[in-house]
């Protein structure tokens, strides 16, 4: 995703390796999103090898977690495109040891309008793209 991103590849090759190493868990729980069955309640991950398994959610019933991860998911919904999110994720201006910072800092905001664009015009409500767009 990041390298069909042309401010990402405009970037000195440490900042893209600096916004990639921090930036990678918090995406890929975003993406994580997709794969979720909602109504099923499970993960449905294929591997490589393209089998597919099921992990699910009741699985991690252990303390904090299953509560933490079922309020992300119901609070995300079924209704999330990842990508203008992990763009956001990416773009982030307070990652350490950057060179081009507020390059950084633009592209995010740019990806923050861009999504605040796209939920007006979803919702056709300033207060419902608003209250999304807060939300997520």
């Given at each position: 995703m990041c390298k069909t991103l042309t401010a990402f590849r405009g970037l000195p090759e440490s900042d893209q390796i600096v916004l990639l190493k921090y930036a990678s868990l918090e995406i890929i729980v975003i993406q994580m999103i997709l794969k979720f069955d909602f109504d099923g309640q499970f993960w449905d991950i294929i591997t490589e090898s393209h089998y597919s398994h099921l992990v699910h959610l009741e699985l991690l019933k252990s303390g904090n977690t299953y509560v933490n991860h079922k309020s992300f998911l119901r609070n995300m919904g079924q209704e999330w495109d990842s990508d203008p999110l992990s763009a956001i994720l990416l773009f982030?201006?307070?990652?350490?040891?950057?060179?081009?910072?507020?390059?950084?800092?633009?592209?995010?905001?740019?990806?923050?309008?861009?999504?605040?664009?796209?939920?007006?015009?979803?919702?056709?409500?300033?207060?419902?793209?608003?209250?999304?767009?807060?939300?997520?």
């Open positions: 982030n201006a307070e990652r350490p040891n950057l060179m081009d910072r507020d390059l950084v800092k633009l592209e995010q905001q740019t990806y923050m309008y861009l999504l605040q664009r796209y939920l007006l015009l979803k919702y056709q409500s300033v207060s419902d793209s608003k209250s999304n767009f807060y939300s997520l």
